[in-house]
């Protein structure tokens, strides 16, 4: 069976490729593709020393049904571990042996985190993939351009935007079924809705979106005839933008996102996990403001948000057989302004300043934390030169002096070379060394967990890899090897004697290196092939729930102008987990199984350019697996949906 799985995951990389939307397009050609990113400037994708993954509105388009988390662990080098479980469990994200608190989340180019959970992390469960536009996922050590928590990548989310007519509407609806392998009732469990207006007016365009998702009928914690745990989100978007004249532009936006769910008792072994009456609820508003002025040889950009989120937990407490209740608020402002200056079509510099304030505060039924005395502000100034010599040549250079109010000073750097021998053979070479940190978060300092003595964590890789297109750019191929150590990582102190507890920075090293890489064919105009695989091998520290192993393939076969078909094929090796045990009280580690994904999608146009139906079929084979010790997974699941264009 393993030799068959192992060959089932290397056919499944040989047989890669991309979907091109266009009907006559023949040509992969990505190497074209502009990319934000790399320099948060556009930038054409060969002239940047990054492989940046790239997922399109067509691409979106292609996974009808799919959430965000859904897609996200499509792409090569990421791991979105709980994609596949109950809605309302919480997502582990993991990039090049990195976890949540490791990844920056950005939204339109603005940095989002939750500033009251234990570590800085955004919990993408709040955005519905039906908003998102496009996304770029850039991997590897990028806190010279980004701060903090730009340690193993960058996830830059672009939100949806206004049409080029005057006014355009949109309606979408779909249902399926919400079911484990042993449960069978293929009824609407699952509901998502949304619509959006969207236009430009002369100077002036706008977006407005609403989106409601409703779950029931699957329980967090795995086990015959438990209850099962609803979840419920809705989303509102509105973006405004004015062009107050041919050289400043101001973009405007603000949502409002809201998570309630049901959730169960973490699991133990105990068989007493299973609840009804735990419910949490978080709420997130969002509202900033972008002026771009573009001169003679340069461009200014000032991104700036403020966030707030509140998270609110009923809990029963098992001691006393009564429900506890928790609150947890944090507000976040960022003011990121960075200004382009080209000095020559060959050479231009980056320079910009960041601030970022940050509070919070809690209550539980053991202790409360005041805003008044938890919150710290970052001011960083940061630099990067950017050089694309005619003959191929290109590098990407920079530094950034992070200002803590809490800790002081720290400093990161990056250096990334790449040649493109475009006029001799299309390939392009690279390489980079770059460091990151990661700032303590609020509760970690000043909680009663909390030290004030703690520092930055400190992040440093190196990569190596190239990108290439051949066959008349028919097939385009990349892969990259990189390294990565970490150090004076933070972490939880327990002294079992004293009953002494707090954080700590630890000292000594952690590794992890790997392989990322992706092929993509255009056999024909109607069929193409997508397929990636990734190899990560990280010390024992980090050796949680990270697959050494996973590979993604799909079909993408365009019948004809108004039908599509896809079918996608997963591969996710052995890893290892690891839970609290009831009752022996001592931390068992256990062996996750490796498991196989079979999905297929089927969109048809029935009114063109008007209305499109589409069915998807998940987990077809109803394999059994396990993403998380102790929780449910979905088995086979089948969804049917249509969308509107008014």
């Known amino acids: 069976m393993k030799k068959t799985v192992k060959a089932v995951a290397i056919l499944a990389l040989l047989n890669t490729c991309a979907y091109a939307q266009e009907k006559d397009s023949t040509k992969v050609n990505q190497l074209k593709e502009v990319v934000l990113s790399d320099t948060k400037f556009e930038l054409r994708q060969e002239k940047s020393g990054k492989v940046i993954e790239v997922i399109t509105a067509q691409d979106l388009e292609k996974k009808s049904g799919q959430s965000l988390a859904t897609v996200l662990s499509q792409a090569v080098g990421m791991e979105i571990n709980g994609n596949q479980s109950a809605n309302g469990k919480n997502l582990g994200y993991y990039i090049r042996g990195g976890k949540n608190r490791q990844i920056l989340i950005l939204i339109d180019g603005i940095p989002v985190t939750d500033a009251s959970g234990i570590t800085f992390e955004y919990d993408l469960r709040l955005l519905p993939v039906e908003q998102v536009e496009r996304i770029e996922i850039m991997k590897g050590a ?21 049409a080029k007519k005057e006014i355009e509407g949109n ?3 779909n249902i399926g079924s919400n079911n484990t392998t042993d449960n069978h009732k293929y009824k609407g469990q699952d509901f998502n809705q949304g619509l959006s207006v969207n236009g430009n007016l002369k100077k002036v365009n706008y977006f407005a979106g609403f989106n409601s998702t409703e779950t029931k009928g699957m329980s967090q914690i795995a086990g015959e005839n438990y209850e099962p745990d609803s979840f419920s989100r809705q989303n509102l978007l509105g973006k405004l933008g004015f062009k107050a004249t041919e050289k400043l532009t101001l973009d405007f936006f603000g949502n409002y996102d809201k998570i309630k769910n049901d959730y169960d008792l973490t699991y133990d072994n105990s068989g007493f996990n299973d609840t009804a009456v735990n419910v949490t609820t978080s709420e997130q508003i969002r509202f900033g403001v972008a002026p771009k002025y573009k001169y003679n040889k340069g461009e200014f950009v000032l991104n700036s948000g403020f966030t707030k989120i509140t998270r609110d937990y009923n809990e029963l407490n098992t001691f006393s057989n009564t429900i506890d209740f928790s609150l947890y608020e944090s507000r976040s402002v960022v003011l990121d302004g960075f200004n382009k200056y080209s000095f020559s079509k060959q050479l231009f510099v980056v320079l ?12 539980t039924p053991f202790s409360s934390i005041a805003n008044e005395n938890t919150k710290f502000n970052i001011l960083d100034g940061y630099t990067t030169l950017v050089y694309n010599a005619d003959f191929g040549l290109n590098i990407n250079t920079g530094a950034r002096l992070n200002n803590h109010s809490a800790y002081g000073n720290n400093f990161v750097y990056n250096i ?37 003595n703690l520092t930055p964590e400190k992040n440093a890789t190196v990569e190596a890899g190239f990108e290439t297109e051949l066959f008349n750019k028919k097939m385009r191929l990349n892969a ?35 392989i990322e890489t992706s092929l993509n064919i255009v056999v024909t105009s109607k069929l193409q092939l997508n397929g990636n695989y990734t190899f990560t091998q990280v010390d024992k520290a980090l050796d949680r729930l990270i697959p050494k192993h996973k590979a993604n393939a799909s079909l993408d076969f365009q019948a004809t102008s108004r039908a599509f078909f896809n079918v996608n094929y997963q591969y996710f090796n052995a890893r290892n987990d690891a839970f609290f045990d009831g009752n022996t009280f001592s931390v068992v580690n256990v062996k996750l199984g490796s498991y196989q994904l079979v999905n297929a999608l089927v969109k048809y146009e029935l009114i063109k350019n008007r209305l499109t139906v589409f069915g998807s079929a998940t987990n077809i084979f109803n394999e059994e697996f396990v993403e998380n010790v102790g929780y449910s997974t979905r088995g086979r699941n089948f969804k049917l949906g249509l969308n509107i264009i008014l």
Do not use: C, H, W
């Open 142 to 162: 990028a806190s010279t351009l980004y701060g903090t928590g730009a340690a193993t990548g960058v996830i830059n989310i672009t939100l949806k935007k206004s």
């Open 171 to 173: 309606a979408y609806v």
């Open 352 to 363: 910009g300043a960041n601030y970022q304030f940050n509070d919070m505060k809690s209550q």
């Open 416 to 452: 990334n070379p790449s040649y493109n021998f475009k006029t001799s053979f299309p390939l392009k070479v690279l390489a980079s060394y770059s460091t990151a940190y990661i700032t303590p978060s609020l509760y970690q300092l000043f909680s009663e967990y909390g030290n004030t």
């Open 480 to 514: 990259v090897g990189f390294y990565r150590d970490q150090n004076n990582a933070i972490d939880f102190y327990f002294n079992p004697t004293t009953f002494d507890a707090y954080y700590v920075n630890v000292n000594g090293e952690t590794k992890a290196k790997g």
